[in-house]
């Protein structure tokens, strides 16, 4: 029988480095964190190839991201929380859709489950531009 392991995101307090909170994060390595400019959120990435944004606070996934063929190795939210870029091993890049969460609220609503990856640039590992292609890949509400 197969039992995964999950990968845990810890929080530790700065000033004496003692440890706040442990969540399961991930099966596989996490390779990417950011976290939003006003500290409501943070994204993360790794192997397996899901962009999960999370509540800070609360320490909960409120959307998945599921459009990467590979694993994903870097992860930004943009400073105007538009968007959030995430790059993949295979040369992949996406944005996706910030979604319209409550930033005060714990409380799920249904615009979450919205978030999409707007456009991909798809990039060989040679560097040459494949081209630009649109796509609606969606952002699902939840845990995985």
């Given at each position: ?126 560097g040459q531009n494949g081209g630009q292609q649109e ?10």
């Amino acid at each position: 029988m197969f039992s995964p392991v999950y990968l845990q995101i810890g929080f530790w307090e700065a000033y004496d480095g003692r440890s706040i909170r442990e969540m399961e994060a991930s099966v596989g390595s996490i390779n990417a964190l950011d976290i939003s400019e006003d500290g409501h959120f943070f994204v993360s990435g790794g192997e397996d190839r899901l962009v999960k944004l999370w509540r800070y606070m609360e320490g909960t996934v409120c959307h998945i991201g599921i459009g990467h063929s590979a694993t994903i190795s870097r992860i930004k939210i943009c400073p105007n929380m538009k968007y959030i870029v995430s790059v993949g091993t295979d040369g992949s890049i996406m944005r996706w859709d910030f979604p319209n969460v409550d930033r005060v609220s714990s409380r799920r609503r249904e615009e979450e489950a919205e978030m999409s990856a707007s456009s991909t640039l798809a990039m060989s590992p040679t560097g040459q531009n494949g081209g630009q292609q649109e796509e609606d890949v969606p952002m699902e509400d939840g845990e995985r």
